[in-house]
Every structure is written in C-alpha cells, then in structure tokens.
C-alpha cells in the first residue's frame, strides 16, 4: 500500500493533506480501488437479491461476478468514461468486459446513486472504524461545551 498522498495509482488517495496526516489504511480506503471495488460488491449482492426474487439470473453469472471482483481494468474504466461521459456507466462497461455472461444483469434496475450513495456510506463507515479506535483515549476534548469537540492547540 502506497503511502498517505503519493502518487500511488488506484491504490492510494491523492492530496496534499492525506501525504501529511492520513494513515496508508486511511488513503487506502479513500482510494479508487477500494471505491470502485465497492461499487462491483453492490452489483454483485443486487445481482444475487434480485435472483432470490425470482429474475433469471443464473449461478454462472453471479460467479463471474465474484471471480472479477478485484479485476479492474482502470485504463480501460478511464478510456469508457472518457466517451460515455459517465463513470458510473464506464464501470458498468468495464465489469461487463471482464464478466460477458454476465454484462447484461450488472447494474440491472439501479440508479447510479445505488452504487454512488451505497459506496459513499460504506467507505464513510468503514472511515470511521479507523478512525475512532485511536480518538477513544484521547484527552484534549474541549471543556467549555457539551458536546465533545477535538481540538488543536488555542483554536477552541
């Protein structure tokens, strides 16, 4: 894992602050990688709770699904975006590419905001698993309010 900011291709979160105060964790997670591995998940669970409820989606297909999971052309996803105009549909595009039988169901009856939202939701959450572990101990919260608030130095 690259560290905080660098220029670590998919793998990292690029930003003059993460290379300063995030963690590789941290980054990682902010990272296209895990973001659009996200979204692939979400196809694949939509995908298997829509063949619960009776589509004609077969084993073959949510196999393929899985086994592509983490096979993410990004030059391929740029190249698609780049004429679609949109990211989510690019994706779509280039899961498909690595999942022909089952191109068809990915994204089958979403909206870009059901891998968008989701994605947001889960990095946020996962974010936070991170994060709060090493702010429990901390003892510098601000006296002056009810509400805990962290802060830094004379800046309260």
């Not at 996200?38 to 995908?47: F, I, K, S």
């Not at 949510?62 to 949109?86: C, G, P, T, V, Y």
């Not at 909206?111 to 974010?127: E, H, P, W």
Request: proline share 4%.
């Amino acid at each position: 894992m690259a560290a905080g900011g660098d220029s670590g291709g998919p793998d990292c979160y690029r930003s003059p602050l993460a290379s300063r105060y995030a963690s590789p964790e941290m980054c990682f997670v902010f990272s296209d990688r895990y973001k659009f591995r996200t979204w692939r998940q979400l196809w694949l669970w939509l995908a298997e709770a829509e063949q619960t409820l009776g589509l004609p989606i077969t084993d073959e297909q949510i196999q393929e699904m899985k086994s592509n999971l983490d096979n993410i052309d990004f030059k391929m996803a740029s190249e698609e975006e780049r004429q679609l105009r949109h990211d989510v549909m690019a994706h779509v595009h280039t899961f498909g590419h690595c999942c022909p039988k089952a191109a068809g169901i990915i994204h089958l009856g979403a909206t870009s905001c059901y891998v968008g939202d989701n994605t947001d939701l889960i990095i946020l959450r996962n974010a936070f698993d991170l994060l709060l572990p090493k702010v429990r101990g901390w003892k510098n919260f601000s006296t002056r309010s009810r509400v805990p608030v962290i802060g830094d130095g004379l800046q309260l």
